[in-house]
């Protein structure tokens, strides 16, 4: 890693134009379509965005890959953050601003946590419509000499039993579809890669499950209204395989709610420590 250098890349501006066709085509590939409450989600009739759409805004994030000397091949999406500011339009123009926003070293031997903010802003307004802060677990570039630790701690999850818990199903295909939407990693897709990183078939795209449990909790707590969605951020623990059922365990709390994703055929937990702040 190229530190402190890494903290002072500046990309351009980008441009993010979405259009309704984009934003039904987000909402299939989370899963909707099959259940006519979420008609709202994939029908151009006052069609609503889903507030997890949110977090494909953040072009310029790759300048901090290439330009601040990080391994990409070790590195790991870690945690994600996502604050609404504003329910999202359907169809947009949105420009990105994107900086670092700090980094952890976490030692030679484990890595380090590289954190990095995008804000999209209404294109002819100028209004702040979200704020993602994307956390990369970069396991081949600790031990540079950095801080060890970061302000970024996540909630805890409640240890009583949950209020809700909402199933929902993936299909077989859903990383072929989630991948329309920009993520062309092979390792989605391509049997003989995900094979050589370790899994035995292609796996979900981690934000693909994040807007998933953002559907469930939507489904539990919100009468499937978007606009009541603030804010979600969540750890990714565990990757799932297509077509895996996802529980999410949702526990009330003062100001929104906590949640973790689990994939119950596995026994495992592939969301922890998460939150969704509602209004």
Known sequence: MRYPEILAIA?????????????????????????????GFVYEH???????????MANGSG?????????????????????????????????????????????????ALVNIECTASEAASGELFATAVMSLFCRGDGGFGGPAEVEMKLRSTPSRAPDFEMALQTLPQQAALYRLLGDRNPLHIDPEVARAAGFERPILHGLCTYGIACRAIMQAC?????????????????????????????WREPDGVAF????????ITVIQNGYCGLR
């Open 11 to 39: 990309p351009d501006p980008c441009e993010f134009v979405y259009d309704e066709h984009f934003t039904m085509l987000y909402a299939l590939g989370i899963g909707c379509g099959a259940d006519p409450n979420d008609l």
């Open 222 to 250: 919100c009468a499937n209204d978007p606009a009541k969605v603030a804010h979600v951020e969540a750890r990714f623990s565990a990757p799932v395989y297509p077509g895996e059922i996802i529980l999410t365990r949702i």
């Open 46 to 56: 006052r069609l609503q965005a889903i507030p997890t759409l949110g977090v494909l």
């Open 260 to 267: 973790e994703c689990l994939v119950p055929e596995r026994g």
């Open 63 to 111: 300048d901090f890959i290439t330009q601040g000397g990080l391994d990409f091949t070790r590195i790991v999406h870690g945690e994600q953050r996502l604050t609404l500011h504003r329910p999202l339009p359907a169809a947009g123009r949105m420009i990105t601003r994107t900086r670092c926003l700090s980094v952890a070293d976490k030692g030679r031997d484990k890595g």
